[in-house]
Nanobody
Framework: QVQLVESGGGLGQPGGSLRLSCAASGFTFRSYAMSWYRQAPGKERELVSA????????NYADSVKDRFTISRDNARNTVYLQMNSLKPEDTAVYYCNVGYDELAFKRGYWGQGTQVTVSS
């Protein structure tokens, strides 16, 4: 029973910061890449960032590159998304997931998500 619990969302100001957390359980966390997706109103869910098992590689959507940083703590079974220089277009529900490819998306090991709203 994979369980993912996202937290840390809320209201952010443009240019501000938020730190999202995803606590994972029910699988061998260290053996899997992890990812963050987001879904804005009226838009498809999109991959925001991903991180490999040992955090040797990360990737980011162009829209968040150089603003967001993904990280993980395998001892705590937690993946993070540090969101800096927030923009209104970052407003979305953010979900973490196990893996980052099409299979991962299809499986949809989504948690409840955490709402991020960026506005003045």
């Amino acid at each position: 029973q994979v369980q993912l619990v996202e937290s840390g969302g809320g209201l952010g100001q443009p240019g501000g910061s938020l730190r999202l957390s995803c606590a994972a359980s029910g699988f061998t966390f260290r053996s899997y890449a992890m990812s963050w997706y987001r879904q804005a109103p009226g838009k498809e869910r999109e991959l925001v960032s991903a991180i490999t098992q040992l955090a040797l590689r990360t990737n980011y959507a162009d829209s968040v590159k150089d603003r967001f940083t993904i990280s993980r703590d395998n001892a705590r079974n937690t993946v993070y998304l540090q969101m800096n220089s927030l923009k209104p277009e970052d407003t979305a529900v953010y979900y973490c997931n196990v893996g980052y490819d099409e299979l991962a998306f299809k499986r949809g090991y989504w948690g409840q998500g955490t709402q991020v709203t960026v506005s003045s």
